[in-house]
């Protein structure tokens, strides 16, 4: 059993940034791909990026890319995710999500454990 806090979340104007993070607990961490997602009032969750169980591999959704990163940290058992130049359609509720397997997925079934979410609003 895995558990998942995220933390960093907030309120900020349009070009600002934050940077979310999501401690897990357990000592298998390292084994976990990780992802975040997000769901914005009326919208169905959607996938914002996604990180490999080494780090070594990163995956970020087109509406994201060059402003969010994802990166972890497997000695801290954190995964984090820097948003930049933030925007008011990236306001939402961000998820964090751990899966068995070696790489992340877009898709969010395939994921075992999931945090409780934080809220992101950005105003213009």
């Known amino acids: 059993q895995v558990q998942l806090v995220e933390s960093g979340g907030g309120s900020v104007q349009a070009g600002g940034s934050l940077r979310l993070s999501c401690a897990a607990s357990?000592?298998?961490?390292?084994?976990?791909?990780m992802a975040w997602f997000r769901q914005a009032p009326w919208k169905e969750r959607e996938f914002v990026a996604g990180?490999?169980?080494?780090?070594?591999?990163?995956y970020a959704a087109d509406s994201v890319k060059g402003r969010f990163t994802i990166s972890r940290d497997n000695a801290k058992n954190t995964v984090y995710l820097q948003m930049n130049s933030l925007q008011p359609e990236d306001t939402a509720i961000y998820y964090c999500?751990?899966?068995?397997?070696?790489?992340?997925?877009?898709?969010?079934?395939?994921?075992?454990?999931w945090g409780q979410g934080i809220q992101v609003t950005v105003s213009s």
């Open positions: 990180i490999s169980r080494s780090g070594s591999t990163t």
């Open positions: 357990g000592r298998t961490f390292s084994t976990y791909g």
């Open positions: 999500a751990a899966r068995l397997a070696p790489v992340a997925t877009t898709i969010g079934h395939m994921y075992n454990y």
